[in-house]
């Protein structure tokens, strides 16, 4: 049972920066597909980055060019740098390996 929780999330300005972290413990996470997700209050969950086990990512248009996700196997850690960030990007941030296991999520809002 691989077990994810997330960090780095805060409050900072508008075109400020953050670098979210995910630890995954209970073994096997280096073998999955990892992602992140974002939930905003009364809007769906969304994906917004995903790297797989092979280091290939992907994006979301919203974040393109302003996020990077990345990770490191030997520490079992996903991370999400997040710059320029926009007042849009306030929300939760989740972790999610596998498809099927989540963490409970980070706070990250973006205010002057």
């Known amino acids: 049972q691989v077990q994810l929780v997330e960090s780095g999330g805060g409050l900072v300005q508008p075109g400020g920066s953050l670098r979210l972290s995910c630890a995954a413990s209970?073994?096997?996470?280096?073998?999955?597909?990892m992602a992140w997700f974002r939930q905003a209050p009364g809007k769906q969950r969304e994906l917004v980055a995903r790297i797989s086990s092979g280091g290939t990512t992907n994006y979301a248009d919203f974040v393109k060019g302003r996020f990077a996700i990345s990770r490191d196997n030997g520490k079992n850690t996903v991370y999400l740098q997040m710059n320029s960030l926009k007042p849009e990007d306030t929300a939760v941030y989740y972790c999610q390996a596998g498809l099927t296991h989540w963490g409970r999520g980070t706070q990250v809002t973006v205010s002057s």
């Open positions: 209970g073994g096997g996470s280096s073998t999955y597909t």
